[in-house]
Protein backbone atom coordinates (compact mmCIF):
# COMPACT_ATOMS: atom_id res chain seq x y z
CA UNK A 1 0.00 0.00 0.00
CA UNK A 2 1.72 3.51 -1.02
CA UNK A 3 1.38 6.27 1.80
CA UNK A 4 -1.77 7.62 0.70
CA UNK A 5 -3.76 4.44 0.88
CA UNK A 6 -4.39 1.66 -2.28
CA UNK A 7 -4.84 3.14 -5.73
CA UNK A 8 -8.32 2.09 -5.67
CA UNK A 9 -9.23 3.85 -2.52
CA UNK A 10 -7.14 7.25 -1.86
CA UNK A 11 -6.64 8.77 1.59
CA UNK A 12 -9.35 10.64 3.35
CA UNK A 13 -8.70 13.32 5.49
CA UNK A 14 -11.13 14.39 7.79
CA UNK A 15 -10.99 17.94 10.10
CA UNK A 16 -12.11 17.54 13.68
CA UNK A 17 -12.22 20.64 15.45
CA UNK A 18 -13.01 19.65 19.69
CA UNK A 19 -14.86 22.96 21.33
CA UNK A 20 -15.86 24.03 24.43
CA UNK A 21 -14.22 26.16 27.52
CA UNK A 22 -11.59 26.06 29.31
CA UNK A 23 -10.74 22.74 31.41
CA UNK A 24 -13.53 20.62 30.31
CA UNK A 25 -11.63 18.03 29.18
CA UNK A 26 -10.90 18.53 25.27
CA UNK A 27 -7.29 17.64 25.34
CA UNK A 28 -7.91 14.49 27.62
CA UNK A 29 -10.42 13.17 25.02
CA UNK A 30 -8.24 13.64 22.27
CA UNK A 31 -4.86 12.48 24.45
CA UNK A 32 -7.41 9.07 25.49
CA UNK A 33 -8.34 8.24 21.43
CA UNK A 34 -4.47 8.67 20.33
CA UNK A 35 -2.72 7.07 22.75
CA UNK A 36 -5.19 5.18 24.81
CA UNK A 37 -3.84 7.15 28.20
CA UNK A 38 -4.61 9.42 30.66
CA UNK A 39 -3.47 12.29 32.06
CA UNK A 40 -4.64 13.57 35.49
CA UNK A 41 -2.30 16.81 35.57
CA UNK A 42 -3.79 20.06 33.85
CA UNK A 43 -1.72 22.10 31.49
CA UNK A 44 -3.70 24.66 28.97
CA UNK A 45 -4.07 24.81 25.85
CA UNK A 46 -2.28 27.75 23.94
CA UNK A 47 -4.28 28.93 20.79
CA UNK A 48 -4.37 25.52 18.89
CA UNK A 49 -2.76 21.99 19.28
CA UNK A 50 -3.14 19.52 16.21
CA UNK A 51 -2.75 15.96 16.03
CA UNK A 52 -2.97 13.53 13.08
CA UNK A 53 -4.41 10.00 13.19
CA UNK A 54 -3.85 7.44 10.13
CA UNK A 55 -6.73 4.68 10.40
CA UNK A 56 -6.43 1.58 8.07
CA UNK A 57 -10.15 0.06 7.44
CA UNK A 58 -11.43 -2.81 5.80
CA UNK A 59 -11.90 -0.88 2.29
CA UNK A 60 -10.29 2.25 3.22
CA UNK A 61 -7.43 4.32 4.53
CA UNK A 62 -8.49 7.85 6.81
CA UNK A 63 -6.47 10.45 8.16
CA UNK A 64 -7.97 12.44 11.33
CA UNK A 65 -7.03 15.90 11.72
CA UNK A 66 -7.75 16.62 14.98
CA UNK A 67 -7.53 20.11 16.24
CA UNK A 68 -7.36 21.02 20.33
CA UNK A 69 -8.52 24.37 20.69
CA UNK A 70 -8.02 26.59 23.89
CA UNK A 71 -11.06 27.12 25.83
CA UNK A 72 -9.72 30.45 27.08
CA UNK A 73 -11.69 33.64 26.40
CA UNK A 74 -8.95 35.20 24.28
CA UNK A 75 -8.74 33.06 22.03
CA UNK A 76 -12.78 32.75 20.67
CA UNK A 77 -12.24 35.13 18.02
CA UNK A 78 -10.06 32.06 15.61
CA UNK A 79 -13.08 29.71 15.96
CA UNK A 80 -14.58 31.28 13.19
CA UNK A 81 -11.16 30.19 11.13
CA UNK A 82 -10.20 26.89 13.31
CA UNK A 83 -13.82 25.22 12.17
CA UNK A 84 -13.50 26.24 8.72
CA UNK A 85 -13.13 22.96 6.19
CA UNK A 86 -14.12 21.14 9.18
CA UNK A 87 -15.62 17.45 8.79
CA UNK A 88 -17.64 17.39 12.35
CA UNK A 89 -17.00 19.20 15.87
CA UNK A 90 -17.10 17.64 18.96
CA UNK A 91 -18.59 20.37 21.37
CA UNK A 92 -17.19 19.46 24.81
CA UNK A 93 -18.71 20.70 28.42
CA UNK A 94 -18.99 20.06 32.00
CA UNK A 95 -21.95 18.88 32.99
CA UNK A 96 -21.58 19.87 36.54
CA UNK A 97 -20.85 23.78 35.51
CA UNK A 98 -24.39 25.98 36.11
CA UNK A 99 -23.23 27.72 32.79
CA UNK A 100 -23.25 25.13 31.07
CA UNK A 101 -26.68 26.49 28.74
CA UNK A 102 -24.11 29.46 28.15
CA UNK A 103 -21.03 28.07 27.06
CA UNK A 104 -22.86 25.31 24.63
CA UNK A 105 -24.69 28.35 22.86
CA UNK A 106 -21.84 30.58 22.52
CA UNK A 107 -20.05 27.48 20.95
CA UNK A 108 -23.24 26.17 18.69
CA UNK A 109 -23.83 29.57 17.57
CA UNK A 110 -20.09 29.23 15.56
CA UNK A 111 -21.32 25.55 14.22
CA UNK A 112 -24.52 27.08 12.96
CA UNK A 113 -23.74 29.80 11.29
Known sequence: MS????????????????LGEQSVGKTSLITR???????????ATIGIDFLSKTMY???RTIRLQLWDTAGQERFRSLIPSYIRDSAAAVVVYDITSRYIALGLTFFLF????
Open 33 to 43: FMYDSFDNTYQ
Open 110 to 113: FLLV
Open 57 to 59: LED
Open 3 to 18: AGGDFGNPLRKFKLVF
